[in-house]
T-cell receptor, first 112, second 114 residues
Framework: GNSVTQMEGPVTLSEEAFLTINCTYT??????LFWYVQYPGEGLQLLLK?????DKGSNKGFEATYRKETTSFHLEKGSVQVSDSAVYFC???????????FGTGTRLKVLA | GAVVSQHPSRVICKSGTSVKIECRSL??????MFWYRQFPKQSLMLMAT?????????EQGVEKDKFLINHASLTLSTLTVTSAHPEDSSFYIC??????????FGSGTQLSVL
């Protein structure tokens, strides 16, 4: 079946450090891939998405590239800020179903 | 972006009682809403898909008589955990589909059953 695996947290970084959160997936067909972010006390918000192989999603300095050959969608940011502290969820949906499969979430803590 | 309001954010109840969780779309109409639950250090798991005016579609292994879902209007879906037991303690979160696979999420409800 479909599944998403992402690195366990928490991840603790200093401000301006480089961030990578790994995400790999297993899916039949050609899923769309997403990163969602959850700030404390708020709902999940879409951060970025990619719908086909080699697409790069980007938003707020975050990027992720849909790699079909490695079934990965790693999240990166060149310079994190304290305000990026949140829980990040990798997810996929298969075409036409609108059903999302989520990873376990990775908590990021950025220290000033 | 669209706003989904979920209440309550936290609830503690005694074993055997029922708990209702509300999910409202504040500035849009949501024909489809989804309910998830999350155990500590585990993924968000889809419980059911709720369509306005029709019965919810439950995922395999989810007891429909235990988790009652009602989607009576285009802006409100409710999840009622009936005769709650400690094993039902979990984080429940709703989402509403707008279009183009976009989902907007509520802030979640932490249920603790004593």
């Amino acid at each position: 079946g479909n599944s998403v695996t992402q690195m366990e947290g928490p991840v603790t970084l200093s401000e301006e450090a480089f961030l990578t959160i790994n995400c790999t997936y297993t899916a039949t067909g050609y899923p769309s891939l997403f990163w969602y972010v959850q700030y404390p006390g708020e709902g999940l918000q879409l951060l970025l998405k990619a719908t086909k192989a080699d697409d790069k999603g980007s938003n707020k300095g975050f990027e992720a590239t849909y790699r079909k050959e490695t079934t990965s969608f790693h999240l990166e940011k060149g310079s994190v800020q304290v305000s990026d502290s949140a829980v990040y969820f990798c997810a996929l949906s298969t075409s036409g179903t609108y059903k999302y499969i989520f990873g376990t979430g990775t908590r990021l803590k950025v220290l000033a | 972006g669209a706003v989904v309001s979920q209440h309550p954010s936290r609830v503690i109840c005694k074993s055997g009682t029922s708990v209702k969780i509300e999910c409202r779309s504040l500035d849009f109409q949501a024909t489809t809403m989804f309910w998830y639950r999350q155990f500590p250090k585990q993924s968000l798991m889809l419980m059911a898909t709720s369509n306005e005016g029709s019965k919810a579609t439950y995922e395999q292994g989810v007891e429909k008589d235990k988790f009652l879902i009602n989607h009576a209007s285009l802006t409100l879906s409710t999840l009622t955990v009936t005769s709650a037991h400690p094993e039902d303690s979990s984080f429940y979160i709703c989402s509403a589909r707008v279009q183009d696979e976009k989902l907007f999420f509520g802030s979640g409800t932490q249920l603790s059953v004593l």
